[in-house]
């Protein structure tokens, strides 16, 4: 115990170290949690000795994840005084395998935003940044992933709705991953779009990220999206099957992705990272995912229409706190309550989400997203060599031309700054998630790697660049193993 109380100590002593970041929210300090936790995980060791755990391992857990220990404020002065009286099903398997949480990590407000700076509790900042240069740590998960970057714990949980892990992962150099939808347990994280919600995970390395989520890859009877048993024993059936030829895979590379916009600096190492997997024997085959072009707005219609649902309940009366209702607010009992307590980038999309699921829009906005989100996913179907097998159940793999996975650019940009995001409209920093949003539309598994360009220019040779692996339904072991791969270039 005392050495595992050392590595504790050493933990927080990097949160205070690091504490202008803001990439936690509690504790920064709270010994006496944490030596509770540490006693449970000593008491845990000889039952997991032998067994896959997370002993000694110190996770951080972004703030829409309720907890029991440490109260769970979305990053909203609405919940800023809620404490849950239960832990998220993540966070009860993390603790059964022997993990120590290392705190509640900040974020957008909600999860609504894609570089942590709409939080009630102050922006987050990448780890990268100077006094000069205050650069985006990316979001919504950017508190996780700023800890992790700077070792303030082994690895975290962040939540992906379109890309609000890979995006901070990207931006911080470090490994995010989404999961296919409905592997991970939902129950006890706080809802933004039920249907694109996914837990994932930031750490430093691939094998990092893969020890935690084979803990947190657990049928859950509490979470009525969870994966039953009987089809998770269906993707592995599937998964045995394929036979990738002497381990060589076909890459496919979207062309719509090769937009005009992208940055040239990205653009490069996109180019060398693929040449490096052609002189290693894999081959690469260019894909057309065309409606890439209208993802974007359509879950920018659908994840605001579920958050206005979602966020309904946030009153004063059921949940989060309550203002004094001044007169003049049209005797509207929480009115006041929602208007000061919701942040701006939360209002808009509330008011976005009603729009669109009203009468008078129902039909032309929510219906026809509907429609581009299962495009997307027949995109990816087709460029797939193997079948989607929520849609299919082959007795044995179709074999086809089609690709493995999919490598292309997490972000189109490098990591923008602070003061760049603020001359932008809601509209130009919606569009950092062009890369990220198909792929959760689709429930599909996607990681970010973190690459360097060999050829950089040296005043932006620090800065991060992400790759991104998806994969077909189901096929995050793959997924993971071509993360390798790219890692290890």
Known sequence: MPELLGRAARYLERQRHFEHLNAFIRPRDNPDIVRRQVKKAENLRPFLNGKPNLLDRFIAVKDNICTADYPTTCASRILKNFTSPYDAAVVEQLKEHGAIIAGKTNLDEFGMG???????????????????????????????????????????????????????????????????????????????ANSLDTVGILARRVQEAREVFDIINRHDSRDPTNLSPATRDRLRELSSQKNLTKGLLRIGVPKEYNIAELDPEIRQSWASVL?????????????????????????????????????????GVRYGSREDEAEGTGKVLYANTRGTNF????????????????????????????????????DFDRAFGSPNPLLECPSTLEKNHGVDVLVCPTAPTMVPTLETLQSQSPVNI??????????????????????????????????PIGLQVIGQYGDDDLVLKAGQLIESI
Not at 284 to 302: D, F, G, M, N, R
Not at 432 to 455: E, R
């Open 430 to 463: 919606y569009m950092g998630d062009v890369f990220t949003v198909p792929a959760s539309l689709a429930g599909l598994p996607a990681i970010s790697i973190p690459v360097k360009n060999p050829d950089a220019k040296a005043d932006i040779g620090t800065l």
């Open 343 to 378: 942040g701006l980038e939360v209002q808009r999309r509330i008011l976005l989400g009603a729009y669109s699921l009203s009468a008078e829009a129902f039909d032309n906005y929510f219906i026809q997203a509907q429609k581009v989100r299962r495009l997307v996913q027949q």
């Open 114 to 192: 894609s570089h942590s700076a709409n939080s009630a509790f102050g922006v987050v900042k990448n780890h990268l940044s100077t006094s000069q240069k205050i650069y985006s740590a990316g979001g919504s998960s950017g508190g996780s992933a700023v800890a992790v970057a700077t070792d303030q714990c082994y690895a975290a949980l962040g939540t992906d709705t379109g890309g609000s892990v890979r995006l901070p992962a990207a931006y911080n150099g470090i490994v995010g991953f989404k999961p296919s939808y409905g592997l991970v347990s939902r129950w006890g994280v706080v809802a933004y």
């Open 275 to 315: 040449q490096n997997l052609k002189s290693h024997g894999h081959t690469i085959h260019e894909v057309s995912l065309p409606t890439t072009k209208q993802a974007l707005s359509a879950y920018y219609i659908l994840a605001p229409a579920e958050a206005s649902s979602n966020l309904a309940k946030y009153d």
